[in-house]
């Protein structure tokens, strides 16, 4: 059974700094793309970023481009999510999700909410001015 749970989220002010982890178990980890989706009061959920099963293709939506760095550790299963410079318009509930194993799909990550079955709980973060 997948497992994922997302920590480190939180009230910051704007400018200041959050990461976000996610631990996964149950699944082969390096065998799935992992990304992360976030979902504003009001407004579909979106993918801001993803990273391929071997990390070395990254995907960030053009808001967070250059603010957040999504990093992935295979020995402890756990996805990262290092955002700096937070913004009021970056509040939401933010969520982890995998998709693989790899080689049932193409080598791209990005992809909609659907295409990612295995997700956890999400985390919010509140960014106030």
């Known amino acids: 059974q997948v497992q994922m749970v997302e920590s480190g989220g939180g009230l910051v002010q704007a400018g200041e700094s959050l990461t976000l982890s996610c631990t996964a178990s149950?699944?082969?980890?390096?065998?799935?793309?992992m990304a992360w989706f976030r979902q504003a009061p009001g407004k579909e959920r979106e993918q801001i970023s993803c990273?391929?099963?071997?990390?070395?293709?990254?995907y960030y939506i053009d808001s967070v481009k250059d603010r957040f760095t999504i990093t992935r550790d295979g020995a402890k299963n756990t996805l990262y999510l290092v955002m700096n410079n937070l913004k009021t318009e970056d509040t939401a509930m933010y969520y982890c999700?995998?998709?693989?194993?790899?080689?049932?799909?193409?080598?791209?990550?990005?992809?909609?909410?659907?295409?990612?079955?295995?997700r956890g709980q999400g985390t919010q973060v509140t960014v106030s001015s």
């Open positions: 149950g699944l082969n980890f390096d065998e799935y793309h």
């Open positions: 990273i391929s099963h071997s990390g070395s293709i990254t």
């Open positions: 999700a995998a998709r693989g194993p790899y080689y049932y799909y193409s080598e791209s990550c990005v992809n909609s909410w659907a295409r990612f079955p295995d």
